[in-house]
């Protein structure tokens, strides 16, 4: 009796048991959910820390929550991205409290994060290089080049990409070059001097320069000596002397030493011989090297220049002048290309309606034999021998219909879309339908092709930005469904499709918002159900027939706001208009020459420089070449 009454404990034990863990799963789950639930209000409300941990514990009460890890998982790279690029914002600014709090926060969230770690020590480094640069612009400002040079070597030994080091030092080495080769020659050629000579031969004129100058003149053997100079300069410098005695006389210089000029015919087989060369390589950020080649070809007539393009960079080789002037197209040209965001917003609005109302009488009557009474088939002779007794009849039930439907459908997809500047963007929204075609050859073979139809909504768009922050945007918008499958008799299924399209060219400001629509389709279908005669009797009509309305009306409404990200902003008048000398030698105007090749080094040296410190040391200064 005993083991009987054990064997019936036995299920319902067991069933106790499932119940158990079922309720428990059911109690987890719940608490699960509100964790979640908490967690996410939490992060909205921008408590990130205790946001975080409740999807924790949400985890940790369901772990096999997908949902639940994949939440967390955004949510963690959402803020340790945004507390890592305020670091590094904080960081090139030089707020390093602010950077290292920023840093630390990105580790908090994400311990271990391997940017996080390095934005630390690029922080405690920074301070260093800090008192490093301040000890060698000192140094630049008294003139101590060997000292600048050994502070910011220990910068660029820990951090190779130092920009503000990287610049101090390319300026000290190149004013450190300028004096040692060109300190007398600049000298000399801030002397004034006031001569005046008609018809006088050149190396008469080349002389008397030479003993106000203190410079020496070399002559080229083929340098005529009967060539005649007139020329009447009062107070003016020697750099002008010598730059308008060698414009007006088809005549070219080259720089020997510090003191010493040679003067040679400007002929192509002197430039050849004579002309100094220079090579420069260009790092494009930006600009295609292709275009910027052809650009450089175009203007400077140079015929050594080299594209390479995976690195995207180019190289040319050509005179100091032509040089200098490359920088500046380079520069205006290797610019940011303008990039806009389009917040697009596509509402398809659908309201359908159907109205069924009347009655349906039976529109047919049904006469059918009965079985024989032995309960055998019918036979011809039972057929014979029919009458109302033996033939059943059906008639269909009559059927009062009164019933109203109205739905509204509203579709909404609002993608944010970042373009480029005069770049195709395109959005589908939809499906890709295959399309089944079959080709049958004179042999009897039957191949089948398969064609995929993007059915759908299908927006493209191309913007054109201009330079006063309005944006051209040419808009295709295209709707379109399947109405109905086709399926011919080899069994070869094709669709049809409805299309509706509009096209248009918009032109907004920043900011602006437009809406497009006016794409609606409407359709109306009505059926009515009725008795002969009797139906077609006004009013009294609805009585003997039933009546089926039906109207679908679909409207597709486009709304469009533009984003200027980034623009061209416009260059300067001296930045975009320069000198370009004459079609046969890019050397500036005479009474400019000195600056135009000293100005880029100065300006270098100002930039590099914060303001109130000497720009560098004397003697160095304002040197041309």
């Not at 770049?423 to 589908?428: G, P, Q, R, S």
């Not at 051209?472 to 080899?490: G, H, M, P, W």
């Not at 918009?506 to 900011?511: S, V, Y």
């Amino acid at each position: 009796m005993s083991k009987e009454k054990s064997e019936q404990r036995r299920p319902a034990g067991r069933w106790r048991g499932c119940l158990g863990v079922a309720a428990a799963l059911l109690l987890a789950g719940c608490a699960a959910q509100t964790a979640f639930t908490e967690g996410q209000e939490l992060l909205a409300a921008e408590q990130v820390d205790a946001g975080l941990a409740r999807i924790q514990d949400a985890i940790a009460l369901e772990p096999s929550s997908a949902e639940y890890r994949i939440a967390y998982a955004r949510a963690q790279e959402r803020y340790v991205n945004a507390s890592l690029d305020n670091g590094e914002r904080a960081l090139a600014e030089a707020r390093y409290d602010a950077a290292r709090a920023a840093f630390r926060r990105a580790l908090a969230l994400q311990p271990g994060n391997e940017r996080a770690l390095v934005g630390l020590q690029l922080v405690d480094a920074a301070g260093r290089h800090d008192i490093l640069y301040s000890e060698a612009l000192a140094a630049w400002s008294r003139s101590d080049a060997a000292a600048a040079r050994a502070s910011l070597r220990k910068i660029l030994a820990t951090n190779p990409r130092h920009e503000r080091a990287l610049e101090l030092l390319r300026v000290i080495d190149e004013s450190s070059a300028r004096v040692a080769k060109e300190s007398v020659l600049e000298t000399a050629y801030r002397k004034p001097i006031t001569i005046e000579f008609r018809d006088t031969p050149l190396k008469t004129v080349f002389e008397v320069i030479s003993r106000t100058s203190g410079l020496n003149f070399v002559f080229d053997k083929d340098l005529r000596a009967d060539q005649k100079v007139t020329i009447f300069l009062r107070n003016s410098s020697i750099e002008a002397a010598i730059n308008l005695v060698l414009l007006t006389n088809q005549l070219e210089q080259r720089v020997l030493d510090g003191n010493s000029i040679l003067i040679y015919p400007n002929t192509a087989v002197k430039q050849r011989d004579y002309q100094a060369l220079t090579v420069k390589t260009f790092y494009l950020a930006n600009s295609d090297a292709k275009t910027v080649a052809t650009t450089l070809k175009t203007i400077l007539k140079s015929k050594d220049v080299v594209v390479d393009e995976k690195l995207n960079l180019l190289m040319i080789r050509d005179s100091p002048e032509a040089i200098r002037v490359a920088e500046k197209l380079v520069a205006l040209q290797d610019v940011p290309e303008p990039e806009v965001m389009l917040e697009v917003e596509i509402l398809e609005v659908k309201r359908s309606r159907l109205r069924d109302l009347g009655v349906n009488w039976p529109n047919a009557l049904a006469l059918t034999p009965l079985p024989s009474t032995s309960g055998g088939t019918l036979t011809l002779n039972d057929l014979r021998n029919l009458n109302s007794s033996s033939i059943g009849a059906a008639v269909a039930p009559v059927v009062i219909r009164a019933n109203q439907t109205d739905a509204d459908v509203n579709l909404l997809a609002n993608p944010r879309i970042r373009a480029r500047n005069r770049e195709k963007a395109k959005i589908l929204i939809g499906e890709r339908v295959p399309n089944i075609t079959s080709t049958a050859t004179s042999t009897g073979f039957v191949s089948e092709s398969i064609t995929y139809i993007d059915v759908g909504l299908k927006l493209d768009i191309e913007p054109t930005i201009y330079l006063d922050n309005e944006v051209a945007i040419k808009v295709t918008l295209e709707v379109s469904n399947i109405v109905d499958r086709v399926e011919t008799k080899s069994g070869t299924v094709a669709y049809r499709i409805g299309t509706r399209t509009a096209t248009s060219v918009l032109r907004l400001k920043d900011g602006e918002n437009q809406l497009l629509a006016g794409l609606i389709s409407d359709e109306d279908r009505r059926t009515a159900s009725k008795l002969p005669f009797l139906g077609d009797i006004p009013v009294l009509g609805r009585l003997f027939g039933g009546h089926h309305d039906e109207g679908i009306k679909t409207e597709i409404v486009l709304s469009i706001t533009p984003r200027v990200l980034r623009n061209i902003q416009r260059a300067a008048n001296h930045l975009a208009e320069f000198d370009g000398g004459t079609e046969t030698s890019f050397r500036g105007r005479p009474v400019a020459q000195g600056a135009a090749l000293a100005a880029p080094a100065d300006a270098a040296a100002r930039s590099a420089l914060p303001p109130g410190l000497p720009g560098q040391p004397a003697g160095a200064a304002g040197a041309r070449g």
